[in-house]
């Protein structure tokens, strides 16, 4: 039965979601969140929006193989993405207005009968964080510190468990999103001006302490870090298990009142 309905919340009508959160007991949503920011030549201005997305796709399906019913809500397709102006494709919102959009949606989901909503972002840059952080911490105190999750990529937990480059900082766009893209949606990773591109070893994260602001600031001028000709299929699945662990792990612990 529960193979039977949809992943997706959208495909569900407002009658099959009635029954689903009326028995159910503690029915999950979980809400993947990215931006709309250029990720260099190889891979599309989405890279953020397909990571969350298939994260949340596989968790949901890992989350019911253990007996928690969750579905995955309409991506967030906009995020802060300040740190990539002066490129073509960077659409950002402002952080206050990030906050209260997740705010009133993610409470909505939580009134209309879901127990708990997860916040799946893999768009790391500093005002997408912290204004995650901010309307995590703003649902919890109107809803509750059970009803919201935000696994974070970047914590010790996880990020230690997602490879070399992913460690370094120089991330952005090379074989730890190359690697991911590839493995969600070949067809979008244009394989041969991956291949061309050089290495950037310029750790993004050194950068932002150092006070840069942009990805231009940095040194990254072409809107990518790291080493895109290393990505591979077999490195993007590995990555999606952690991340599948990721967020199987920390609705659990919500749910159980252990995070």
Known sequence: MTNQIPIKLAE??????????????????LWPVGSTEPHGPHLPLATDIILSEENADRAAVALRDKGIMAVVAPVLPYGVTDFAAGFTGAISVPADTLVQLIFAVATQFIDDGFSHVCLINH??????LDALTRARAKIAEARGQRSVSLPLVVSRRWGSQLGAEFRSGACH????????VLAATPELFHEDEARRLTPVDISLSVAIKAGKQTFLEA???AAYTGRPADASVAEGERLYSVLTEMIVTEVSEHLEGTP
């Open 219 to 221: 040194g990254a001028d």
């Open 123 to 128: 768009h790391l840059e500093p005002g997408q």
């Open 173 to 180: 766009a090379g074989e730890y999103e190359g690697s991911l």
């Open 12 to 29: 569900m009508s407002t009658t099959s979601l009635r029954d689903l959160l009326a028995s159910t007991p503690a029915p999950v949503v």
